[in-house]
Every structure is written in structure tokens, then in C-alpha cells.
Nanobody, 122 residues
Framework: QVQLVETGGGLVQAGGSLRLSCAAS????????MGWFRQAPGKEREFVAA????????YYADSVKGRFTCSRDNVETTVYLQMNSLKPEDTAVYYC???????????????WGQGTQVTVSS
């Protein structure tokens, strides 16, 4: 089992940047594909980004491609989401996820963090 704790959320103006961190503890961090999801009020949780166990491969939702960057540090057992050029529609609770299986269609986490709020003002 792995425990995930997100930090770095907050309030930012449109066009600004935020960096989310997700610290993991428990089983070997490098055994997990890591990712980020978000959930806006009244909407379903949606995929944002994922990164392979080695960190060599990253995957993004079309809505964030070119603006968000997912990375990981397997020594520090932390995954990051650098968010640039933020838009009001990026406002949501962002969740860190860990999964044993590699990224693929309908990829979901086996373990989840508690979430961190990101609010982008116009």
C-alpha cells in the first residue's frame, strides 16, 4: 500500500503558475505509475496527466497539453505537476494517484491522495 499527500494548491490569477507536489510513502515508489486527476464542482473526476514508473514517458489530457508538465523524483518519492498559463477552467480539486498497472485506456489510480484545491481567478 502507498500513502499519498498533495501540497501546493492555492489561489492564482489567470495566466499564472502553480506547482503541485505529491509525496508518497509505503511500498516502493518506483513500482507505481503516477498521475494526476481533477474534479470541478458538479463534474466527474477527470484525468490530467500521468508518468511512467521510470519517468521516461508522460501522458496528458488534451486540455492541459503544452501547459502542464508532470515529473517525478524516485529518490525523493515525489511526483510533481507544474501548471503554467492557468485558466479559470482549471479550477478544481487536484488528486494524486498511484497505480500498479501502466498507463493505458481508462487508466485509474489504485491509491489516491486527499486532494488539493486549485482556484484560478479571471
Amino acid at each position: 500500500q502507498v500513502q499519498l499527500v498533495e501540497t501546493g494548491g492555492g489561489l492564482v490569477q489567470a495566466g499564472g503558475s502553480l506547482r503541485l507536489s505529491c509525496a508518497a510513502s509505503g511500498r516502493t515508489f518506483s513500482s507505481y505509475t503516477m498521475g494526476w486527476f481533477r474534479q470541478a464542482p458538479g463534474k466527474e473526476r477527470e484525468f490530467v496527466a500521468a508518468i511512467s514508473r521510470s519517468g521516461h514517458f508522460t501522458y496528458y489530457a488534451d486540455s492541459v497539453k503544452g501547459r502542464f508538465t508532470c515529473s517525478r523524483d524516485n529518490v525523493e518519492t515525489t511526483v510533481y505537476l507544474q501548471m503554467n498559463s492557468l485558466k479559470p477552467e482549471d479550477t478544481a480539486v487536484y488528486y494524486c494517484a498511484a497505480a500498479v498497472r501502466p498507463y493505458g485506456p481508462s487508466w485509474r489510480g489504485d491509491y489516491w491522495g486527499q486532494g488539493t484545491q486549485v482556484t484560478v481567478s479571471s
